[in-house]
């Protein structure tokens, strides 16, 4: 990641964005909620900070964090490729993180070849499938953890696992 220096503000990238080769990030292409809670067109414009109102699956932005102790960490079952930043930022929103998009600062994300990682991921079904059953897996300790749903409340009332075949909608 390269931060793009020389503009004093968004509209100035904007407007240099108008006449130049400027790509969004290629996610946005590929997979649109991985970003669209930012709102870029409102980011060009502003001056103040603003909050993303409403966390969505998939939301994987560039973040910036004070570390402490209490920070939920990157969940190590994620291995590879595939939803280790989306699990992370799912995490932080459970832990009552605020998303705050900042204007007059940026990141360029330098294109790079795809990992080997990423490639078996998108061309192995099977990999897909482990990823999702980890996936899955994780959503389900959030649940557990913060005492969301009926997953949680039921099992800290009860203090034992759900009987086989019962299943909570996520």
């Known amino acids: 990641m390269v931060i793009l220096c020389g503009f004093q503000n968004c509209l100035q990238l904007y407007m240099f964005s108008l006449t130049a080769i400027v790509c969004w990030f290629s996610r946005q292409l590929m997979s649109p909620l991985s970003h669209q809670p930012v709102d870029y067109q409102h ?99 959030l649940q557990r953890q913060y005492r969301l749903g009926r997953c949680g409340k039921d099992e800290a009332r009860q203090g034992s696992a759900r009987p086989q075949g019962s299943h909570d909608q996520l």
Do not use: C
Request: net charge positive; proline share 6%; charged share 20%.
């Open 43 to 141: 980011w060009y414009m502003t001056q103040q900070p603003y909050l993303i109102n409403s966390y969505q699956d998939k939301f994987e932005p560039y973040l910036v964090l004070r570390k402490t102790q209490h920070m939920p960490v990157y969940d190590e079952s994620f291995r590879s490729y595939g939803m280790n930043k989306v699990s992370h930022i799912m995490e932080l929103s459970v832990a009552g993180y605020q998303f705050v998009v900042m204007p007059n600062i940026w990141a360029i994300h330098m294109p790079h070849r795809e990992s080997v990682h990423a490639k078996k991921f998108l061309q192995d079904p099977n990999e897909r499938l482990k990823n999702r059953l980890i996936r899955f897996q994780f959503v389900v300790s």
